[in-house]
């Protein structure tokens, strides 16, 4: 499984973006999706999940609130819309797939097996 990130760009605080992961598979909507993050000097981060078939969302308690992740079956992909953006925000994004099952932390990078290369979203004060 191949997934592709996009939409990550330079927005001033406060403002929106919206990412976007594509799949290569068509069965997409099976796997549990995650975003992650990892920042300047950080650690990578959980963001956000949706399980297989939108099942539930999950989000950081940074993210709760802000972000919203979101299947789109038309377009085969898995959204972020990140509103009220902040500097801290600042991040590489990557979005990840696997097939977790409800026992399994969704908030852990080492559970999904297919990753996208990231996307950079700079947000600036």
């Known amino acids: 499984v191949q997934l592709q990130a996009s939409g990550g760009g330079l927005v001033q605080a406060g403002g929106s973006l919206r990412l976007s992961c594509a799949a290569s598979?068509?069965?997409?909507?099976?796997?549990?999706t995650a975003w992650f993050r990892q920042g300047p000097g950080k650690e990578r981060e959980f963001v956000a999940m949706i399980r297989r078939y939108g099942g539930g969302m999950y989000y950081s308690d940074s993210a709760k609130g802000r972000f919203t992740i979101s299947r789109d079956n038309a377009k085969n992909t898995v959204d972020l819309q990140m509103n009220s953006l902040k500097p801290e925000d600042t991040a590489v994004y990557f979005c990840?797939?696997?097939?977790?099952?409800?026992?399994?932390?969704?908030?852990?990078?080492?559970?999904?097996?297919?990753w996208g290369q990231g996307t950079l979203v700079t947000v600036s004060s």
């Open positions: 598979e068509l069965t997409f909507s099976s796997r549990a």
């Open positions: 990840a797939a696997g097939n977790l099952i409800l026992s399994t932390p969704y908030n852990q990078a080492r559970h999904y097996s297919y």
